[in-house]
C-alpha cells in the first residue's frame, strides 16, 4: 500500500509505503498496526516481517512488513 507524501515532509510528493515512527514503548507490530489506522484508516494484522535497512534520507532503520 502505497501512499502520496505531502510536499512540506522528507520525500515530498513521492510516492511511498505507508510509514511512521515507532513510538516508546511501543513493539514493531503495534506500530504497524497503528500507523496503517492513522494514515489510512485500515486495520492491518502483521504477518511477517521482511526487510530492514536504513533510511536513504535521515539516518534512521526502516523495519519493512507484510499485513493482513
Known sequence: ???K???NVVAGGFWCPVSGRIENG????????????????????PIKKVWE????????????????
Not at 26 to 45: D, F, P, S, Y
Open 26 to 45: 511501543e513493539t514493531q507490530q503495534n506500530a504497524v498496526i497503528r500507523e496503517a489506522l492513522e494514515e489510512v484508516g485500515l486495520n492491518v494484522k
Open 1 to 3: 500500500m502505497f501512499v
Open 5 to 7: 507524501r505531502a510536499d
Open 53 to 68: 535497512c536504513e533510511a536513504e534520507h535521515g539516518g534512521y532503520l526502516l523495519h519493512w512488513w507484510t499485513v493482513d
